[in-house]
């Protein structure tokens, strides 16, 4: 599928570091993580290191093709953050495009570790076109932060509380077997 007949989304209309009122999400401007050429043998690679803000929820990562566009053969990649403890936010499908796309990594709550490498795995369909001698190359830089409600207190997500007194909900233990 052509970049061009993807439907795009809106693209903000800042890249800087700041804070959107409206949702409550708070940010660090980008980083670059690394700049990678991939060949027909990689398959997991680390992009690079990187360090998310103290309390950061999420991972942000813009990557830009940087290989010829023309003719179109890339298909995606998966794009994760992974610490100590694995892949605590996640991973995504990634596709790379010229103007860039900016990817989310999270899961509402932070990673039990700030400090991680960024992997990107071309999937098979990209490595037999690195093999019929179309590079793919690619830039990642990343920025962390916040996301939470939109008045900037903490926020609980998919909590066990009721919404009328504030009580916890007794979880229950069912045994199968």
Do not use: H
Not at 76 to 104: C, N, W
């Amino acid at each position: 599928m052509s970049s061009q007949s993807r439907q795009r989304k809106p693209e903000s209309s800042s890249n800087s570091a700041g804070r959107d009122s409206g949702r409550g999400l708070r940010f660090t401007d980008w980083s670059s993580v690394g700049t990678r050429t991939f060949t027909p043998n990689d398959l997991t690679e680390v992009v690079g290191s990187f360090v998310m803000d103290q309390d950061a929820d999420t991972l942000w990562t813009r990557i830009t093709l940087l290989s010829p566009a023309q003719p179109w053969p890339w298909s995606y990649g998966i794009l994760g953050f992974k610490t100590t403890s694995g892949y605590e936010l996640g991973s995504v499908k990634a596709y790379p495009e010229v103007d860039s796309e900016v990817f989310k990594l999270g899961i509402g709550r932070p990673p039990s570790e700030r400090s991680g490498i960024l992997t990107f795995e071309p999937r098979s369909f990209n490595l037999q076109w690195i093999k019929n001698g179309y590079p793919l190359t690619l830039k990642f830089e990343c920025s962390s932060g916040v996301t939470g409600g939109g008045s900037g207190d903490p926020v609980v997500v998919n909590s066990f509380v009721r919404s009328t007194d504030g009580s916890g909900l007794q979880l229950v233990q069912v045994d199968f077997s």
